[in-house]
């Protein structure tokens, strides 16, 4: 199985600074790298897909990069309706896999 | 409007049995598969599998295969998640969502509300 590693796991910022979150493969997955935010009490929501891929709806600042076994979250101008965790995933056609999650806060 | 309805919230005991669904309207016939989560409360989430709704090909994560079935009803636009001997650690909150990877390269996109399972004794 493919792990991902997330980091930080917890993350706290003020409103407008930029912030980075870091997802780390066991193996490489080329760009098959999704990123979620899930408020509290509601369903995942997709962000990114195929590492740098904003999906439909998604404010500008959120942006992904990365490839291979490195990948990167930032959020720059951070707004107080971000507060949330973020999940990255690794995925292809058949399977799927979870980082452990960075939980960001508002100071 | 696309979305993903799960069935209500259960409690069970340890060993009984339970089917949940995750009925889809708005959807094109269209390739998609179907994925389950998991999350444990206050935990993360965790890929369970993806069962596609045309012909019940069902791909299982290693963690949850022979833990859990996965099942589809195409007439009624319908897949079930279901456990046949249920222990206090199948508590949890199990999501589904459309997987459109195959052809589109895009993962869970629309997910449903979510189903809370509570077993205990």
């Known amino acids: 199985d493919i792990q991902m590693t997330q980091s930080p796991s917890s993350l706290s910022a003020s409103v407008g600074d930029r912030v980075s979150i870091t997802c780390r493969a066991s193996q490489s997955i080329g760009r098959w790298l999704a990123w979620y935010q899930q408020k509290p009490g509601k369903a995942p929501e997709l962000l990114i897909h195929?590492?740098?891929s904003l999906q439909s709806g998604v404010p500008a600042r959120f942006s992904g990069s990365g490839s291979g076994t490195e990948f990167t979250l930032t959020i720059t101008n951070l707004q107080p309706d971000d507060l949330a965790t973020y999940y990255c995933?690794?995925?292809?056609?058949?399977?799927?896999?979870f980082g452990q999650g960075t939980k960001v806060e508002i100071e | 409007e696309v979305q993903l309805v799960q069935s209500g919230a259960e409690v069970r005991k340890p060993g009984e049995s339970l089917k949940i669904s995750c009925k889809a309207s708005?959807?094109?016939?269209?390739?998609?598969?179907i994925g389950w989560v998991r999350q444990v409360p206050g935990k993360g989430l965790e890929w369970m599998g993806i069962i596609d709704p045309r012909d019940s090909d069902t791909k299982y994560s290693p963690s949850f295969e022979g833990q859990v079935t996965m099942s589809a009803d195409r007439s009624s636009n319908t897949v079930y998640l279901q456990w046949g001997s249920l222990r206090a650690s199948d508590t949890a909150i199990y999501y589904c969502?459309?997987?459109?990877?195959?052809?589109?390269?895009?993962?869970?996109?629309?997910w449903g509300q979510g189903t809370l399972v509570t077993v205990s004794s």
């Open positions: 995933q690794q995925y292809n056609s058949y399977s799927g896999t």
């Open positions: 969502a459309r997987d459109t990877t195959m052809l589109r390269g895009v993962p869970f996109d629309v």
């Open positions: 708005g959807l094109s016939s269209s390739s998609y598969w």
């Open positions: 195929m590492a740098s």
